[in-house]
Structures are given as structure tokens and as C-alpha cells.
């Protein structure tokens, strides 16, 4: 192990050394020779790399946080698996190298040039392009989270090959434009209007889903996305790919079609086939390295709008024998099952004196900003309340007054049998479409410091109760 000091300042040569989990902290590091040094599973925190050479070099399983690469020499580099969080890449070129696997979270590309690289599964989220030419990569299952492009050309028969980036194309027309080998700067209008009908009769052809259903979510045609997803995944299980499969469940997620139950049953098919107990240990392998990450991806919904909320329930006797019915008509109220995107929703109530309600909700950053203010209205606590930026055109008037008026038969039913709920905390996460100043906010009860030891508790004496919304049927 290779531990360099903080705040260091580095010009050395290290050709063909072992610098593994090598730990750099506040650095500058320039003109230094990394040419086939290994430099796996390294960490490197507000370190400043200039004009480095690195051919050939092992930078796999690493850590960059803020810091900064440029160099006037060409990167040969494998960074498998690797993360940059708030990392800037300026004026470097990356060629032949091999980004598999990797996250870049908060980086900024400015001029940077890549060619004849694998980027397969790699997440760019909220990352900035700038002046860049990618015309000649290859896109295949990169995802493309919340990107910001300007002056950048991608390569337009790679686009529907990639996850977020086709919607992203149509809804920014004027920073970006497609090329190929053949063709430089075709517009997003001359690609919607002319490329586009041609790759989708092409992938309708050769039965390519994945780019197929990818176009159809771009156009919000969700029908079409939803029976050509459908297609590919009976494909795809019937083929034993699991690598593509997990690609595929990412696109299933992303498209919010498919609800919690399905997205159930679809894993217990997977499950189903498993090849445990064939003898193509090949086939056995690339089951036992994708399963959890094929898991992971179907049910991890940390990346969608969430709301948690919890109530302290005060009661007389009378209201004893209802609560149970109330928690149901909360969980109902919660799904929105008449909106177009129904939310997940799940209760934890404890057991204690007094009763704590905790509502966790799953679902549309719309979804959320509407529920939020009508549960809010349900406490005796006057909480300070958030202004959000909502589309009222998601919202069908008839599902709108409908969930207004359960919200004031559930008030009602509080009241009569004696059951008074008070807001003791809410969050929200993933919400920034919704908010006007792109923080996630939190409120908390001040008042409800006495009972801190039961908000905290680590889940003895309290039970669930778990729904999940209905859309579509996977069979």
C-alpha cells in the first residue's frame, strides 16, 4: 500500500510502479510519468493532475473527488469501476481507454476528446459538456442522468442505444447536434424528422428492443414502449442474457410503467430461470455476477421523488377500535391510484404510547408537491407549508376533485371518532424539478423533542404495512 501525504506536491517519475490504494489528499501532481503504473483502488481528494502521462495505466476501483485533469498528452487508461464526484476534465484527450462500470457525479467536460473507449454501463449524472465531439462513440447502455450540454456533437445511430439522452436531444434542440463518420452537425429537427422513422423501422426490423422502446419514451408514446419492453424482456430471459437484462431494468424503471408488483414478478421469473444446477458454468457465472445488480436496480428507489412523513395519532376509546381502518383509508390516499402515475406507499405505525404514523411515498415529483399540502392539512399543527412549481396539466380535474374529497372524508372520520393527528416531521428527497430553490427541505416539530427516543428507535415494537400501486400487468 502507497500512502502519499496531504496537501503534497508531486513531479516524479513512477513508470511501472505499484502505487495500489494510494491515498492523496490537497495535491498537485504535475508532469509526473504514470506510464503502466498500477494504481488500483487509489483515493484522491482536491488533487490537481497536469500534463501526466498515462499509457497503459491501472487506475480501476479509484476515488476522485474534486479534483481536476488535464494534460497535453494522450490518457491510455483502464478506470473500471472507478468515481468522479465534482470532477473536471479540461483540454485532454482519452483514447482506448475503458470507463466500464464507472460514475461520474457533478463533473464538468470541457474539450475533451474520447475515442475508440468503452463507456458500457457508465452513469453520467448531472454532468456538464462542453465543446466536445462524440460522434464516434459508442453509447451502448451509458446512462445520461440529468445531463447539461453546449457545443457537443453526439453520434446520432448511438443515440436510442443510450438511457436519457434521446428525451434530453428533444428537449434541447439548440445545444447539440449529430454526426457520424459521413455526416457533421445534422440538426435535432432534421434528426427527429428524417433519422429517427428510419432507425425505428430498422430496430423494428432486426427486433432490437431496447433502442426501440427507447424512441417510443422519448415521444411519450408509452403504449408502444410499454408492449416493445415487454418484448425485450421476453427475449432477453429467454436468451439467458443477464448482462443485457439489467439494462433493461433500468429502462423499465426509468419509464415508471411498470408497477412495484410487476416489477415483483418479473424477478421472480428471472429467479425461475436461473441456470443453478447447469452444467454451462459460463451461463451460472454471468447469472450469480448480474442477479444483485439486476435486484438492486428493479427495487432501489432512492433515485425517484419521495416523501417520508410521520404524525404523532392522539385517540379517545371510541377511536381505539378504527385506527386500523384510518391507516388503510391514509395508505389509499397516499397511492393516488386514479392519477396517471400512481405512487408506492408504505406504513410503519409503532407501537408505543402515543401512536406514531410513518407514511413513506414513492412516486412522480408532481405526485409528490400535490400530496404533500393535503396531508399536511390533515394535522392540528400549522407547519410551514412549501410553494412548488407543478404542471396542473398532469392532473385530470375529475382524479383532482375526487382526491379532495376523500381528503375531507378522512378529516371528517378523525374527527368523529376522536382521533387527532399531529405533524411531527416530513422530507422530501429527489424533488428539485418541484422546488423553487433546488434544496430538498425538511421540517421538524420542536415540540415533539420528548419523544425522540421512539422517532429513533431501531424498529422494535412496530409493524408494516405495504402496499404497492397498480399500472400495467407483466405476465
Known sequence: MSILSNKSIIKKNFKDKSLNHT???????????????????SYFYKCDFADCKMNMTDLEYCEFYNCSLMSKHTVVCSFNESNFLDTT????????????????????????????????????????????DMKVLNFNFVEFDNPTMKNVILPLEQIPHAIGILKYCMSKPDEVTLGSDTITNLSITD???????????????TKEYFPLANIYLARSEYQKAFDTLHSGLEDTIQKRDFRTLKFYCKLIVQSQWFSSRDLHGFYSSICRLS??????????????????????????????????ITFLAEYVSKGVNRIGELLLQLL????MENFQFPNTSSIKISKNSPLFIS??????????????????SLSDEHCSNYQFKLNSNIFEEKHYGQHKTLIDKYRTSCAEFGITLTIVEYYLENCED???DKENIYYYNSDMVKYSNLLTSDGAGEWNIITASKKGNFS
Open 23 to 41: 491515498n492523496l489528499k490537497n495535491s498537485d501532481i504535475h508532469n509526473s510519468n504514470f506510464d503502466n503504473a498500477a494504481l488500483t483502488g
Open 89 to 132: 476534465f479540461k483540454d485532454i484527450t482519452f483514447s482506448c481507454c475503458s470507463f466500464s462500470g464507472s460514475l461520474f457525479e457533478n463533473c464538468i467536460f470541457d474539450n475533451v476528446k474520447i475515442e475508440f473507449t468503452t463507456l458500457e454501463n457508465v452513469i453520467f449524472r448531472n454532468c456538464i459538456f462542453r465543446n466536445m
Open 191 to 205: 434528426y427527429i424528422d428524417k433519422v429517427l422513422p428510419l432507425l425505428e423501422e430498422e430496430f423494428q426490423y
Open 275 to 308: 441456470p443453478c444446477g447447469n452444467n454451462n458454468n459460463s451461463l451460472t457465472r454471468s447469472y450469480i455476477r448480474n442477479i444483485a445488480e439486476i435486484k438492486n436496480i428493479l427495487f432501489d428507489s432512492t433515485r425517484k421523488s419521495s416523501m417520508h
Open 332 to 335: 389509499g390516499l397516499s397511492r
Open 359 to 376: 407514511l413513506d411515498v414513492n412516486g412522480c415529483a408532481e405526485n409528490i408537491g400535490y400530496l404533500l399540502p393535503e396531508l399536511l
Open 434 to 436: 418541484i422546488l423553487y
